[in-house]
């Protein structure tokens, strides 16, 4: 089944617990729960639940799918993966792109399964940093490559529209593993391309 279908099965199991809480948090930030506007917006946060916080679910294994024994080991790079994720410290989105690059060792997952990984990764309550470290974590134990380097770019509007209010703001985060360590030529040729 696609990533994208996956639902997240507590919520799914705890949805009218779920619902009436957020019917109970509008009634204390002063909102008439009653009204027309938002009698159903307590059911609708719920399944927005299911589909935003579906990673709690996720196999990363099952995500990356079958793995081809391939005699590559040149600098494979999937880049431009937009991401969408919860701030763990406000509950306020985030988002931008990822560029996951990677050095075969004998051993490819299909090139749309990294999408599938960014998207099992993100979708829960998360920081930015540990998504850089769990997605390049997981393609070492999974593919064993010889190097795997993550770069992650975020807009966090925990930052832009509450706090110090500094929206188009970026943070960058980046995993070096592997080859990518030392190899100062391959982690320049990786980003030299992710910028193209």
């Given at each position: 089944m696609p990533f994208r279908e996956y639902r997240n099965h507590k919520v799914m199991e705890n949805r009218e617990q779920i619902e009436g809480h957020i019917r109970e948090i509008l009634r204390l930030i002063g909102e008439d729960v009653d009204r027309e506007g938002l009698l159903d917006t307590p059911a609708r946060v719920t399944r927005m639940y299911e589909e935003i916080f579906a990673g709690y679910d996720a196999d990363y294994r099952e995500v990356l799918g079958v793995t081809f024994d391939e005699n590559h080991e040149e600098l494979v790079i999937v880049k431009d993966i937009v991401y969408y994720s919860q701030c763990e410290h406000h509950m306020a989105p985030f988002f931008?792109?990822?560029?996951?690059?990677?050095?075969?060792s004998g051993k490819i997952a299909g090139l749309s399964k990294f999408a599938r990984l960014v998207e099992a990764v993100t979708r829960?309550?998360?920081?930015q940093e540990r998504i850089?470290?769990?997605i390049a974590d997981i393609?070492?134990?999974?593919?064993e490559p010889h190097g795997?380097?993550?770069v992650v770019e975020g807009e966090h509007l925990?930052?832009?529209?509450?706090?110090?209010k500094?929206?188009?703001s970026k943070t960058v985060t980046s995993a070096v593993r592997g080859v990518f360590r030392k190899d100062a030529a391959a982690r320049s040729e990786f980003l030299s391309l992710i910028k193209e």
């Open positions: 931008g792109k990822i560029h996951i690059g990677y050095i075969p829960k309550l998360q920081v850089t470290s769990e393609l070492v134990e999974v593919l795997v380097m993550v925990c930052m832009c529209s509450r706090g110090v500094k929206p188009g």
